[in-house]
């Protein structure tokens, strides 16, 4: 039996996804690898010709010119262009989309009511704010929804799903959401970068220094999901009294890590806040 006659029950509905660039293609390689969808019942569409190619030559699935017949094959759309080309997108679409259809949309500070006033008609709508380490399947997504019945909530979190963790929030959490989960990659990365030159500086050769800084912060995080202790208390596990990681940490104090990234989490909020776009 090939994948496709398979039956593919967890996501029970064709999904198109408008815009194949980074996050687009990280939602097609995610649905394919999980198998919760069959390639039969998911597309996908972009402006430049050799992305269509590229798309569905390696992801074999039909990667369309026209967002039309996209809308038109789905029963599910996901809306993954640039905030900027939105507006273009919707008007070209919304003759074709109905209250039959759900539309996920991720495009960073486009609000609900603007899809909605946009659109001019009562669509099913998710948003969603996804973070870049759904490209290996480790993402953080928050999911907020009107006129969403459970079934399409099921759908959405199944798709987010198959590229990382899931949780449903308020849409008025997004602002935040963005300056924590969808910024916090950058902050994360440089951490590590930060602890690599700290490994050269103390004689450790690049390329095993960056393996035990990347390392170091993937267990970490890690032992924060799977023991739900707090940080502080696994911090304590690794201090021991009048031990080597104090002196470490006495100096992170100095530096005021943690009050930098409250500060980027809060700045990036607030600029997160001002891009909004509403009307
Ligand atoms: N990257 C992230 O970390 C991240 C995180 C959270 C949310 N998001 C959101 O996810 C969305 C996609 O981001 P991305 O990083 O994947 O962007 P991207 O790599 O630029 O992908 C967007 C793709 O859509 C294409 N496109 C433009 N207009 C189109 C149209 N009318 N019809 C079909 N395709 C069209 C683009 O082509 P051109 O390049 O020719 O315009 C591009 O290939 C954005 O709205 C962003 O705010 C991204």
Known sequence: MDEDSRRFEVINAKVGIIGSGK?????????????????????????????R???????????????????????????????????KVLHGIREKLTDKHLLISIAAGVTIDFLLKTL??????VRGMPNLPVLVREGMTVLASQNGTEEHL?????????????????????????????????????????????GVKVGIPRETSTLLAAQTT?????????????????????????????????????????TSIINAVVKATERSRELVLND
């Not at 097609?28 to 430049?48: E, M």
């Open 23 to 51: 996050i687009g293609e990280a939602l097609i390689k995610g649905l394919i690898s999980s198998k919760k969808l069959s390639r039969k019942c998911l597309c996908a569409s972009d402006v430049r010709e050799e992305r």
């Open 53 to 87: 190619k590229y798309i569905s030559k390696k992801y074999l699935i039909e990667c369309l010119h026209s967002n039309l017949e996209l809308v038109d094959k789905s029963e599910v759309v996901i809306l993954a262009v640039k905030p900027n080309d939105v507006k």
């Open 120 to 125: 001019g008609k009562p669509i099913p709508i």
């Open 154 to 198: 099921a759908m959405a979190r199944e798709i987010f799903e198959s590229v990382g963790k899931v949780v449903f929030m308020e849409e008025k959490y997004m602002d935040a959401v963005t300056g924590l989960s969808g910024s916090g990659p950058a902050y994360i990365f440089m951490v590590i970068e930060a602890l690599v030159e700290a």
């Open 218 to 258: 993937l267990g970490a995080a890690k032992m924060i999901l799977e023991t739900e202790e707090h940080p502080a208390l696994l911090r304590e596990m690794v201090t021991t009294p009048g031990g080597v990681t104090i002196d470490g940490i006495i100096q992170l104090e100095e530096g005021k890590l943690r």
